[in-house]
């Protein structure tokens, strides 16, 4: 767990005034990782896909979007990313190119009581089952809600809110079949005779989507390296899995970038979630990160 900008324990009473200066916009006493709320961007597109699978569970395999660039819905204009024009394109490779006009359009499809349940039972909106601080992830959708702001969270802008920490037990969960599991932090702790005196062991937090519905996730999120917005992962020497996101914040078109993953995507040791503010493009700034840590992690 990492949160930049950073400080020095060691220098905290020298620094003190100017790290609770409320002022500045970087504070270094605020845990990005679990209380930083960012617009997911594309990286939502993974519950967005799930809904739609759930809903369509004979039918998903013969969707088709023909995307040139932008497309609007009800006078709401969607743009691809550089207007790129993907053309027709099916469920997996919409998302592997990140399309957002073909996600904008599965959204006017989607219940939008079924896609909210789907998203609480990811735990938006809902407290975490984790034993430090953090900030609830937020999705506001609901029946009443306008096409504007249906194709708006679709592709994970709107007025929805996540964290790292949230994002990664997303992630975590279809590279685990499924299951959802409880994060903590401490392995165990031990005493001056390095004799450990408490031990702490993972906990599910529930089954919250099947198997069958996980592997078809894991395998479109496959396709995001292999083929997609991700691919500078597909020189390592096994198989990742993930999704990009670049989520703007401002009216100018600023962007955050995301990356969330799991690597080796056949037997997964490790899930990252990375978002760096102010970046770009998540292909350009997060999967580089993603990349390193993978490499450390496991190898080349």
């Known amino acids: 767990m990492v949160s930049k900008p950073d ?12 790290l609770i200066d409320d002022s500045k916009e970087d504070s270094a006493l605020v845990n990005r990782a679990t209380q930083g709320l960012y617009p997911p961007g594309s990286t939502f597109k993974l519950l967005t896909t799930l809904e ?8 998903y395999k013969s969707y088709v979007y023909d995307c040139s660039g932008s497309d609007s819905f009800e006078g709401n204009v969607i743009n691809c990313y550089g207007h790129e024009h993907h053309g027709r394109v099916n469920l997996g490779q919409s998302l592997a190119k990140s399309c957002n006009g073909s996600f904008a359009a599965i959204g006017t ?14 735990l938006f909106n809902k407290e975490l089952p984790v034993k430090f601080e953090y900030n609830k992830s937020k999705f506001e959708l609901n029946a009443k809600s306008d096409t504007g702001e249906v194709v708006q969270t679709a592709i ?32 165990h702790t031990e005493n001056t005779a390095e004799q450990v005196v408490k031990s702490y062991a993972p906990v599910s937090a529930g089954k919250i989507i099947n198997q069958k519905t996980a592997k078809i996730m894991g395998d479109f999120m496959k396709s995001v390296v292999s083929e997609g917005t991700a691919s500078s992962l597909s020189d390592l020497s096994y198989k990742a899995a993930g999704k990009t996101g670049s989520a703007e914040f401002d009216s100018q078109g600023a962007s955050h970038a995301w990356f969330v993953g799991y690597a080796p995507a056949k037997n997964p040791k490790i899930v990252v979630s990375i978002v760096v ?8 700034y997060a999967v580089p990160i993603a990349k390193k840590l993978f490499q450390e992690y496991i190898g080349y």
Do not use: H
């Open 52 to 59: 739609y699978i759930r809903e369509n569970p004979k039918k």
């Open 109 to 122: 499809k989607l219940d939008k009581k079924s896609y909210r349940n789907l998203c609480e039972k990811f």
């Open 7 to 18: 400080y020095n324990p060691n220098t905290v009473e020298k620094y003190w005034d100017s």
């Open 156 to 187: 994970g802008q709107g007025k929805t809110m996540i964290t790292p920490l949230q994002n990664a037990m997303i992630t975590a969960t279809i590279a685990n079949k499924g299951e959802m599991m409880v994060p903590y932090v401490i392995d």
């Open 277 to 284: 503010e102010g970046a770009g493009t998540g292909s350009q």
